[in-house]
């Protein structure tokens, strides 16, 4: 028996599997913030009780996903930190790229470094760029700084020095003097966490994972020390940005890379549906409380990228950010969840988002103390939304409330008709993501038009099929457990560790013992890190031609020579960027593996049914459309549905944990594991559908 939570922002996920059977049990609380544990603790004893087992029937390390290291970033809540650099550098947090995301504004907001120049430490040493002593470091000034770094109160420090990634000696001779002099204070060396080349990209890194240390060490222990208050006797493992599972004493020392660990989950679980409905080509659409996220899945596998902002000043401007040299699970982040506000600007124009009402006090239907109008209040006039059966029926909603809210707030601009109010949110909300998705798939070279689109999370299955629609998609799946498929990725997600480091070697100039010996450290670094055997390792170098200033990932094989990294280095390059420069001149920036413990994919084969369901007799309401207005549709229970019903919307296909809406038109089918499909009745497709009834 497995269990899994994923903390979001608004509500925490969980799901218990069996993985003899293949049967799964689903579940959802509202974030606790004032412990994230209690809700934890909470969800995984409903499950247990729901599925009539007890805690010792949970015989496989508990894995979680937490938003905590992100929060903590963004709404600055991490440790007193400092900053230990090379004489001279102590301002390159300050100075960063030297260039403007937004080159007309001329009132540009920069992100504030994480560390004042009070706690910012310059010692005097030197390497150069091949990691050759240009001048000796100084460990006398090291002592003095401890001792300064002991009177402020410093909760956490951050070692960068220049060019540490060629040559580790100088920070990890830091790290033992401040070992000994400051007992119990973590310290963070960019040799050990990120040691690749870009400065500031590195010290911001190095910055972000000192600032989470102490307070993400905290969250591990409530955790932990919850799921053991349950009577469960396993150990907690934990999700990172890139997919995969590691260790929480490795996460302890660098919890930075979970930074992104719940929206990867979810990515993770996206392609595990799809490889079981055999799609390779998948747009994840995952839309909860607070954002929406849209990843791009090609062959059953998320792209990773190596780089990733946090606290961006403005959310769709790249370069507003903290810089992090993370890998993270390639994907764009949206201000729109359930819980965003919608609001009148100062020119009379709705806007939705970025701002969340959260869980606390959540929207105004919650009945939790919102006053302020949400996506979700905006869902529940229109009646997409069941107010009886929010979270399967543990949860009322109070419809009054939403449209008191649409009226108070939105009320003059919409002749004081909630109704249109809240038809304008859903409008903007829809037109907004639908643009994001546009744009994310273009830039990487994809037509969105070709690939289908796999909706989970709380909010994205009532708004996929008119997203779809806005971007000529003509499929949709929904998956049976669409409510918490982050918590179900985190289940299928392998124990998985990623090291790099920087090393300039031009292909001309390859030398099979040098690599062999990078190679070799990595390898030894992620087993470390993965703390159990490796069972295999994936080879992948950032390459570029001499000269250039940026450089592209290239997955290379353990046998493979210069001649064939040059040969799969000229192919990615063309398949990046469509030419092919008839220039041999090539090098490899930074060298780095994937390490993957055993691990044997369990399978969720179905989700257990809504007890409820079956009683239920079939049932309709009033839901609003652009091309009808309010009408009565059919709500039916997904997961009370056999294998081959198929409906014509408009209708309704509520879960517990979500729900689906189906438009106008669209074609409604449930597959054999339960999943719903919907062909969208695209105006173009000239599509002849014929209403009909429920058929098994």
């Given at each position: 028996?497995?269990?899994?939570?994923?903390?979001?922002?608004?509500?925490?996920?969980?799901?218990?599997?069996?993985?003899?059977?293949?049967?799964?049990?689903?579940?959802?609380?509202?974030?606790?913030?004032?412990?994230?544990?209690?809700?934890?603790?909470?969800?995984?004893?409903?499950?247990?009780?729901?599925?009539?087992?007890?805690?010792?029937?949970?015989?496989?390390?508990?894995?979680?996903?937490?938003?905590?290291?992100?929060?903590?970033?963004?709404?600055?809540?991490?440790?007193?930190?400092?900053?230990?650099?090379?004489?001279?550098?102590?301002?390159?947090?300050?100075?960063?790229?030297?260039?403007?995301?937004?080159?007309?504004?001329?009132?540009?907001?920069?992100?504030?470094?994480?560390?004042?120049?009070?706690?910012?430490?310059?010692?005097?040493?030197?390497?150069?760029?091949?990691?050759?002593?240009?001048?000796?470091?100084?460990?006398?000034?090291?002592?003095?700084?401890?001792?300064?770094?002991?009177?402020?109160?410093?909760?956490?420090?951050?070692?960068?020095?220049?060019?540490?990634?060629?040559?580790?000696?100088?920070?990890?001779?830091?790290?033992?003097v401040l070992a000994e002099r400051l007992p119990g204070v973590p310290v963070t060396?960019?040799?050990?966490?990120?040691?690749?080349?870009?400065?500031?990209?590195?010290?911001?890194?190095?910055?972000?994972?000192?600032?989470?240390?102490?307070?993400?060490?905290?969250?591990?222990?409530?955790?932990?020390?919850?799921?053991?208050?349950?009577?469960?006797?396993?150990?907690?493992?934990?999700?990172?940005?890139?997919?995969?599972?590691?260790?929480?004493?490795?996460?302890?020392?660098?919890?930075?890379?979970?930074?992104?660990?719940?929206?990867?989950?979810?990515?993770?679980?996206?392609?595990?549906?799809?490889?079981?409905?055999?799609?390779?080509?998948?747009?994840?659409?995952?839309?909860?409380?607070?954002?929406?996220?849209?990843?791009?899945?090609?062959?059953?596998?998320?792209?990773?990228?190596?780089?990733?902002?946090?606290?961006?000043?403005?959310?769709?401007?790249?370069?507003?950010?903290?810089?992090?040299?993370?890998?993270?699970?390639?994907?764009?982040?949206?201000?729109?969840?359930?819980?965003?506000?919608?609001?009148?600007?100062?020119?009379?124009?709705?806007?939705?988002?970025?701002?969340?009402?959260?869980?606390?006090?959540?929207?105004?239907?919650?009945?939790?103390?919102?006053?302020?109008?949400?996506?979700?209040?905006?869902?529940?006039?229109?009646?997409?939304?069941?107010?009886?059966?929010?979270?399967?029926?543990?949860?009322?909603?109070?419809?009054?409330?939403?449209?008191?809210?649409?009226?108070?707030?939105?009320?003059?601009?919409?002749?004081?008709?909630?109704?249109?109010?809240?038809?304008?949110?859903?409008?903007?909300?829809?037109?907004?993501?639908?643009?994001?998705?546009?744009?994310?798939?273009?830039?990487?070279?994809h037509d969105p038009r070709t690939f289908t689109m796999l909706a989970f999370g709380?909010?994205?299955?009532?708004?996929?099929?008119?997203?779809?629609?806005?971007?000529?998609?003509?499929?949709?799946?929904?998956?049976?457990?669409?409510?918490?498929?982050?918590?179900?990725?985190?289940?299928?997600?392998?124990?998985?560790?990623?090291?790099?480091?920087?090393?300039?070697?031009?292909?001309?100039?390859?030398?099979?013992?040098?690599?062999?010996?990078?190679?070799?450290?990595?390898?030894?670094?992620?087993?470390?890190?993965?703390?159990?055997?490796?069972?295999?390792?994936?080879?992948?170098?950032?390459?570029?031609?001499?000269?250039?200033?940026?450089?592209?990932?290239?997955?290379?094989?353990?046998?493979?020579?210069?001649?064939?990294?040059?040969?799969?280095?000229?192919?990615?390059?063309?398949?990046?960027?469509?030419?092919?420069?008839?220039?041999?001149?090539?090098?490899?920036?930074?060298?780095?593996?994937?390490?993957?413990?055993?691990?044997?994919?369990?399978?969720?084969?179905?989700?257990?049914?809504?007890?409820?369901?079956?009683?239920?007799?079939?049932?309709?309401?009033?839901?609003?459309?652009?091309?009808?207005?309010?009408?009565?549709?059919?709500?039916?229970?997904?997961?009370?549905?056999?294998?081959?019903?198929?409906?014509?919307?408009?209708?309704?296909?509520?879960?517990?944990?979500?729900?689906?809406?189906?438009?106008?038109?669209?074609?409604?089918?449930?597959?054999?594991?339960?999943?719903?499909?919907?062909?969208?009745?695209?105006?173009?497709?000239?599509?002849?559908?014929?209403?009909?009834?429920?058929?098994?």
């Amino acid at each position: 028996m497995r269990v899994s939570f994923d903390i979001g922002g608004t509500f925490t996920d969980l799901v218990l599997l069996d993985e003899r059977s293949g049967r799964a049990w689903l579940g959802k609380c509202l974030t606790t913030y004032d412990d994230f544990s209690r809700a934890i603790a909470q969800g995984i004893r409903e499950l247990l009780g729901t599925g009539d087992l007890g805690p010792a029937d949970v015989d496989h390390p508990v894995v979680g996903a937490t938003t905590l290291v992100t929060n903590a970033l963004i709404e600055r809540r991490g440790a007193d930190t400092a900053l230990i650099t090379t004489r001279g550098f102590g301002d390159t947090v300050e100075i960063g790229r030297e260039w403007r995301y937004d080159l007309y504004d001329q009132q540009l907001q920069l992100p504030d470094p994480l560390v004042p120049v009070r706690q910012r430490f310059e010692v005097t040493e030197r390497l150069r760029a091949d990691g050759a002593v240009h001048t000796p470091l100084a460990l006398d000034e090291i002592g003095r700084i401890a001792d300064r770094i002991a009177e402020s109160g410093v909760e956490s420090v951050a070692v960068c020095l220049l060019h540490s990634y060629a040559n580790s000696a100088h920070e990890e001779a830091v790290g033992a003097v401040l070992a000994e002099r400051l007992p119990g204070v973590p310290v963070t060396l960019s040799s050990h966490l990120v040691p690749v080349i870009r400065e500031y990209e590195r010290t911001v890194t190095t910055l972000a994972n000192a600032y989470v240390r102490p307070v993400a060490g905290e969250h591990f222990a409530d955790v932990e020390r919850a799921i053991g208050q349950v009577g469960i006797a396993q150990p907690l493992v934990l999700m990172q940005s890139n997919g995969g599972v590691v260790s929480t004493a490795t996460a302890r020392q660098y919890p930075l890379r979970l930074l992104e660990s719940g929206p990867a989950a979810g990515a993770i679980g996206a392609a595990y549906v799809g490889q079981r409905l055999g799609l390779d080509r998948l747009i994840a659409f995952d839309m909860g409380g607070t954002t929406a996220k849209v990843c791009v899945v090609e062959n059953g596998t998320p792209a990773v990228h190596h780089g990733f902002e946090v606290g961006r000043v403005h959310r769709l401007k790249p370069g507003s950010g903290l810089p992090v040299a993370m890998p993270v699970v390639d994907m764009l982040e949206i201000g729109a969840g359930g819980g965003s506000i919608a609001a009148l600007d100062p020119l009379g124009l709705l806007k939705v988002g970025p701002h969340s009402a959260g869980s606390r006090p959540g929207p105004a239907g919650y009945g939790l103390g919102g006053e302020q109008p949400t996506v979700t209040d905006a869902d529940l006039v229109l009646g997409y939304l069941d107010p009886d059966y929010f979270l399967g029926g543990r949860m009322s909603l109070d419809v009054d409330a939403a449209r008191r809210a649409m009226l108070a707030h939105l009320g003059p601009a919409f002749d004081d008709d909630p109704v249109a109010a809240a038809a304008g949110i859903v409008r903007v909300v829809d037109e907004h993501m639908a643009l994001a998705m546009r744009v994310h798939a273009t830039e990487r070279g994809h037509d969105p038009r070709t690939f289908t689109m796999l909706a989970f999370g709380g909010a994205a299955p009532v708004h996929a099929a008119r997203v779809a629609r806005i971007l000529g998609l003509r499929r949709v799946v929904i998956p049976t457990a669409a409510g918490v498929l982050s918590a179900t990725g985190l289940l299928v997600a392998p124990p998985m560790v990623e090291t790099s480091r920087t090393r300039l070697t031009e292909l001309a100039q390859w030398s099979d013992a040098a690599v062999a010996e990078v190679y070799a450290g990595l390898v030894g670094q992620a087993a470390a890190e993965l703390a159990e055997p490796v069972d295999r390792v994936e080879r992948f170098v950032d390459m570029r031609f001499v000269g250039q200033g940026f450089e592209i990932e290239v997955p290379v094989a353990d046998t493979d020579g210069p001649e064939q990294y040059l040969t799969r280095f000229a192919a990615e390059y063309q398949r990046v960027y469509g030419v092919r420069p008839d220039y041999q001149r090539a090098e490899v920036v930074t060298w780095r593996v994937r390490a993957y413990g055993r691990f044997t994919q369990p399978e969720l084969v179905r989700t257990a049914p809504d007890t409820r369901a079956a009683a239920d007799a079939p049932r309709t309401r009033q839901v609003w459309f652009p091309e009808t207005g309010l009408t009565e549709a059919p709500v039916l229970r997904m997961l009370a549905q056999p294998p081959g019903t198929r409906v014509v919307g408009p209708a309704i296909f509520q879960l517990p944990e979500s729900t689906a809406v189906v438009g106008p038109g669209d074609l409604a089918e449930v597959d054999r594991d339960g999943n719903l499909h919907i062909m969208v009745n695209l105006p173009s497709a000239n599509q002849d559908i014929r209403r009909s009834e429920v058929a098994a």
